[in-house]
């Protein structure tokens, strides 16, 4: 049996899968072709593991995987992350294994770094032809896990100076996707010298990414 479908047999029990883990869970970025920059932000995933460890006492692996959309290696970890600023192209068999596993209990977070839209919603077309991306609103549990966002995303990067917004894919009432938009929150995760931000805008983006684990995790 696959590490996913022992994971998500967990998380429909009674226990929280925080608890209930014994061995560590490994997280893994999400390479896909097209030319676009899957690998940006490369310290981005290591911080945060670390953050999440050390501030929720999540058992994550301190070091996260790197797989390819079409292969059969998402399905051994319960959360993805795919990044990037330029184009992403899925062919059909790529679509088909994404669609997969979004449904048989992965789920993936899309973080813009910027300029990712216009070619990840097409991508996520194929994945899901039924389903569109819907604006979540601000009492959706993800922004209220242990870290309270009222107002939704915390704006880390400027970008267009538009507001960040949060979009989901939602299938059959579970939210499988979660798009991070005009937030940047990888580049926050970063290390502190590559943007330099501030420690306070650093500690929104770990405590939004925290936010986004545990209810993966706990839902």
Request: glycine share 8%.
């Amino acid at each position: 049996m696959k590490k996913i479908l022992l994971i998500f047999l967990i998380l429909n029990s009674q226990f929280s899968i925080l608890n209930s883990l014994s061995a560590q869970t490994q997280i893994a970025l999400l390479k896909y072709g097209g030319g676009g920059d899957w690998y940006a932000n490369p310290t981005s995933l290591t911080n945060l593991i670390a953050y999440c460890n050390a501030d929720a006492q999540m058992n994550l692996a301190a070091d996260y995987a790197v797989v390819d959309v079409g292969s059969s290696e998402i399905f051994n970890y319960p959360f993805l992350h795919m990044t990037g600023h330029g184009n992403v192209v899925f062919n059909s068999q790529e679509a088909q294994n994404l669609r997969n596993y979004l449904i048989g209990g992965g789920f993936l977070h899309i973080d813009d770094n910027y300029g990712l839209k216009d070619f990840i919603v097409p991508q996520m077309k194929q994945v899901f032809p039924e389903l569109d991306f819907v604006e979540l609103p601000f009492s959706h549990p993800i922004y209220h896990q242990k870290y309270h966002f009222p107002n939704g995303l915390p704006k880390i990067h400027e970008h267009d100076n538009l507001p960040p917004r949060g979009y989901g894919l939602i299938w059959q009432g579970r939210l499988v996707c979660f798009f991070s938009w005009e937030c940047d929150l990888g580049d926050g995760w970063e290390d502190p010298d590559v943007h330099n931000d501030s420690q306070p805008t650093r500690q929104k983006a770990f405590q939004m990414g925290e936010n986004i684990l545990q209810y993966v995790f706990t839902h």
